[in-house]
């Protein structure tokens, strides 16, 4: 009976976790995510297994309606972006892709995937392009070159003893399942979040990293080129500015401290808009069309669901003004 009652605050504890894991488990089912409880979602934005109506598929890796562009008519429109256009979360017809091309008439080629950055954009393009022949390639992308542009730094030697690859493999598995559980994903982002914002955070990114930045848009620009379509460029929109980012909600600021991030919530919001002066440095060195998103979106927080991602407000803004500068263009290249 004495073990038992030494238990009860421990077993108390474990109850109230096991509960609350449950319900974040169900919650995130519903919203269409795989859980490792409930396991394959059934959400209603999944296509269902037989007759997909758009991509991706193996032949197809674009989250566009099907469509042969070999026997188009209309302009083609190679999106390339991540989470901000594919936003899974959103109907097809419902994201900022489509919206543009179906208001441009165009069609829309949305090779956007959540957690890439303009390398696998370049990738894409280089391994696609070609069978898909895109008119105009436009590029919406900075968030997570923000977080690779920070790994540029040199590692720094602690003198501690790397653990042997037997024991990084069996840390790494416990790891790997621990973090597919719900709780452990919000105990990790509040807690570890709430430390890191307290610790020694930077400013502003490096010259040498901006540098890396705009050599890779210059990159992009010319595999695009390559390919006889027109690169576009558009300059990157979030949900608060300078002037609004002391309002940012403490669970967005905690967000930002996952993925290996050594930026302060200032240096965001400074290193997108030293980017975004980037992009508009090589759009006029290269003399190519930009679309300049950021002084029309940035700072609205009406527009967004967190920092980077649209709301169906958002994506009709931002859509039409995409739609705007297409139809502009195509009328211009004659097409």
């Known amino acids: ?3 038992i009652r030494t238990l009860q605050p421990i077993l108390f504890i474990l109850f109230w976790l096991l509960a609350a894991e449950l319900v974040l488990e169900f919650r995130h089912y519903k919203k269409g995510f795989n859980t490792p409880i409930f396991g394959q979602a059934q959400g209603d934005n999944l296509q269902p297994a037989t007759a997909p109506q758009h991509g991706p598929t193996p032949e197809f890796p674009f989250r566009s309606h099907f469509v042969n562009t070999e026997d188009a008519t209309r302009p083609t429109v190679w999106f390339a972006s991540a989470s901000y256009a594919e936003h899974i979360s959103f109907p097809v017809d419902s994201i900022f892709p489509t919206i543009a091309c179906t208001l441009a008439n165009c069609t829309p080629l949305n090779a956007s995937r959540a957690g890439i950055s303009i390398r696998q954009n370049i990738d894409d393009l280089q391994q696609f ?5 895109p008119d105009f390639v436009i590029l919406y992308q900075m968030s997570g070159d923000v977080l690779a542009l920070q790994k540029l730094d040199a590692s720094i030697d602690t003198g501690v003893p790397s653990p042997t690859s037997e024991q990084t493999s069996i ?26 914002l307290n610790g020694p955070l930077k400013a502003s990114l490096s010259a040498h990293q901006i540098s890396e930045f705009e050599k890779l848009v210059n990159t992009f620009v010319d595999r695009a080129e390559a390919l006889q379509a027109t690169p576009v460029l558009a300059t990157f929109a979030t949900m608060y ?18 993925y290996g991030n050594k930026l302060s919530i200032e240096g965001w919001v400074n290193a997108i808009s030293v980017l975004n002066d980037s992009l ?15 002084p029309l979106m940035t700072g609205k927080t009406e527009l967004f669901v967190d920092y980077v991602h649209f709301n169906k407000q958002g994506h ?3 859509g039409r ?11 211009n290249d004659g097409i």
């Open 129 to 133: 392009g070609q069978q898909f022949t």
């Open 316 to 318: 009709q803004l931002i």
């Open 241 to 258: 500015s300078a002037d609004n980012v002391h309002q940012m909600p403490y669970g967005i600021r905690t967000s930002f401290m996952r």
């Open 280 to 294: 508009r440095k090589v759009a006029a060195q290269r003399n190519i069309p930009i679309v300049d998103l950021e």
């Open 171 to 196: 840390i790494e598995t416990i790891r790997n399942k621990l973090a597919r559980f719900s709780s452990h994903i919000h105990l990790k982002e509040y807690l570890g979040g709430t430390i890191k």
């Open 321 to 331: 003004t995409l739609a705007q500068s297409l139809s502009l263009m195509e009328r």
């Open 1 to 3: 009976m004495k073990t």
